[in-house]
């Protein structure tokens, strides 16, 4: 079975399939956020340790939340991913 197949199966997500409309393709916004959401299955089905998949969630919340980000705390922790 495709990981295309295993992320609609398993999360919902259409990712990478054109829209019948032409205006591009099902990967958006949602589909990122419910893939990082899911971390643990998407590193599953991508077969990427789960860990840096986490990681970039955690650094995308923090920057699209309005608050604002210890500068130095969040760069160690970026530098550390």
Known sequence: MTKKNLFKIEMGRLVNKFKPS???T???V???RTCFKNYRESARIT???GSPVL???VILQNVSSG???NIE???QYTNDS
């Open 73 to 75: 705390e969040f760069n």
């Open 67 to 69: 608050f604002e980000i």
């Open 30 to 32: 949602n589909a990122a």
């Open 22 to 24: 032409g205006s591009g």
């Open 26 to 28: 099902t990967n958006d």
């Open 47 to 49: 077969g990427v340790n």
């Open 55 to 57: 990681r970039i969630y």
